[in-house]
């Protein structure tokens, strides 16, 4: 930072490049994680096919997150430098300054101050989403680690978090990105564009219009950086220390990537295969579909339509594959696949079960679209349509 000229440099080519590489991996995460959450609306399912199907969108969303957390990694190391070698003050850390900063704002938003207030390197809206993303990054970190190594969290936590780590996963991701939307954009692009993210400086006016305190600071010379020689034995010390922490962060990213694959990867239908086999004689019985029978030269013979009963057969299909996220307990979009009533009621979109027309059941369109986190097998899914395809009977 150079005082007395023109433009104020605020920023490195380091801290720009971080920020960047944070950008990039924020908006991809936000894109491919968005469209599995709300994976039944039209614009999801569009930009699923555009990014090249949903086990894509799977894999980008776990590149992305690898890249986020090493980002997060060399912060620490961007961070400890300028505290520990540099010395700078702690610009970042909340204060008295800030509440009073935030009363001044307010104020001025109301017509009651005459300018917004004096702040200095960051201001208390920067500091709000900076701490915002640090927990957000938490967050995401704890219950990802959960979504992407289910079996190990259920060794050592009850299976209902796992469920409950989604709905938080996906909840801190619409939340992110509705506070970047809203709050980001507004004050670093229309309230004022910000620039110094791209060229790393501020004009001399911008400095005292947003920042007058560390412009003055500047001006006053009151954070000399140390010099030459004291910076080399600082970076002596904190080098080593720094090395340790990244190799034990790195560990535990390769650990968090690679310590378990799940079983629920999306994979291609089989092929499907004609097979021609002679019409058995069945011997009567009851069923909740009516029977057919027909007469031929050798004598009558007995057919039996429809795909078994919900208490049968279907029941047992979705239990628990499908009633983890759609049960008793957590009943997302608002369906409830735990019992035979409330299967049929649908949920927050409508039916998903048309008796008598497997086809038009979202439930079995949703599944052939391949779109679904967890999908059912080819012969399960056969079963459903053919028990649909029958009445959908209860018992």
């Not at 997150?65 to 970042?92: C, D, E, N, Q, W």
């Not at 704890?142 to 190594?149: K, Q």
């Not at 990244?246 to 560990?251: E, H, R």
């Amino acid at each position: 930072m150079t005082a007395g000229a023109d433009e104020i440099r605020r920023f490195s080519a380091s801290d720009r490049l971080e920020h960047w590489v944070q950008m990039v991996a924020f908006v991809v995460l936000a894109l491919t994680g968005l469209v599995q959450r709300y994976d039944g609306a039209w614009v999801s399912e569009a930009l699923i096919d555009a990014m090249g199907g949903i086990e894509m969108v799977r894999d980008l969303h776990r590149v992305f997150a690898t890249v986020l957390m090493i980002a997060v990694v060399y912060h620490f190391g961007s961070a400890g430098y300028r505290k520990f070698v540099l010395r700078r003050p702690r610009t970042m850390i909340p204060g008295a300054a800030d509440v009073k900063a935030l009363r001044g704002s307010l104020k001025y938003a109301f017509g009651r101050g005459e300018r917004p207030p004096a702040q200095g390197r960051f201001t208390w809206e920067e500091k709000v989403e900076y701490w915002s993303f640090v927990w957000g990054t938490v967050v995401m970190v704890i219950t990802g680690y959960m979504l992407w190594n289910p079996i190990a969290t259920t060794r050592v936590l009850p299976g209902e978090l796992v469920p409950t780590a989604k709905v938080i996963h996906g909840g801190e991701a619409t939340l992110a990105v509705l506070a970047v939307i809203v709050w980001h954009t507004y004050h670093v692009h229309f309230a004022h564009f910000n620039k110094s993210m791209f060229s790393g400086v501020l004009s001399r006016r911008e400095m005292e219009d947003f920042h007058p305190l560390e412009l003055a600071a500047i001006d006053a010379d009151a954070h000399p950086l140390p010099p030459p020689e004291e910076q080399r034995r600082r970076l002596m010390r904190f080098g080593p220390a720094y090395a340790g922490l990244s190799v034990v962060l790195l560990a535990g990213v390769y650990l968090f990537v690679t310590f378990e694959h799940t079983n629920i990867a999306t994979i291609a239908p089989p092929e499907q295969v004609r097979v021609f086999a002679p019409v058995e004689t069945l011997p009567p019985t009851t069923s909740t579909t009516a029977p057919t029978t027909t007469t031929t030269s050798s004598g009558p013979t007995t057919t039996i339509t429809g795909g078994g009963t919900w208490d049968g057969e279907v029941a047992a299909l979705f239990n628990p594959t499908c009633t983890g996220c759609h049960g008793a307990n957590l009943q997302s979009g608002g369906l409830d696949l735990s019992t035979y009533a409330s299967a049929l009621a649908g949920g927050d979109d409508g039916a998903v079960i048309v008796p008598g027309d497997s086809g038009a059941s979202r439930i079995v369109q949703i599944m052939e679209s391949g779109s679904h986190p967890v999908l059912l097998s080819e012969a399960d899914l056969g079963l459903v349509r053919a028990w649909i395809d029958g009445g959908a009977a209860e018992r």
